[in-house]
């Protein structure tokens, strides 16, 4: 079992930057890849970006490419997304989320554990 807590989130105006922290509980997080998506209200669930369990791998929508890093600090159980020049667009509630098999995943049902969101607002 894997329990999820992000931060970091908050109201910025365009052009600003984030980061976001999700940091795991219970063993085995390194062995775990982990994947960064969003809701806005009225839309599906999205993928943002993915990391494989060492870190090597990394992957991203085609709306954030160039604008956001994802890392991870296996040491902490802890996974981030760096977000730069945020948009309006970029508004959403971000979501953390965990993947047994270790390698980058890009669609929900690649994981199994969830984190309970945290709010990103960017102003106009």
């Known amino acids: 079992q894997v329990q999820l807590v992000e931060s970091g989130g908050g109201l910025v105006q365009a052009g600003g930057s984030l980061r976001l922290s999700c940091t795991a509980s219970g063993r085995s997080f390194s062995s775990y890849a982990m994947g960064w998506f969003r809701q806005a209200p009225g839309k599906e669930r999205e993928f943002v970006s993915t990391i494989n369990w060492s870190g090597v791998n990394t992957r991203y929508a085609d709306s954030v490419k160039g604008r956001f890093t994802i890392s991870r600090d296996n040491a902490k159980n802890t996974v981030y997304l760096q977000m730069y020049g945020l948009r309006p667009e970029d508004t959403a509630v971000y979501y953390c989320?965990?993947?047994?098999?270790?390698?980058?995943?890009?669609?929900?049902?690649?994981?199994?554990?969830w984190g309970q969101g945290t709010q990103v607002t960017v102003s106009s």
């Open positions: 989320a965990a993947g047994p098999w270790g390698t980058i995943a890009t669609m929900t049902y690649h994981y199994d554990y």
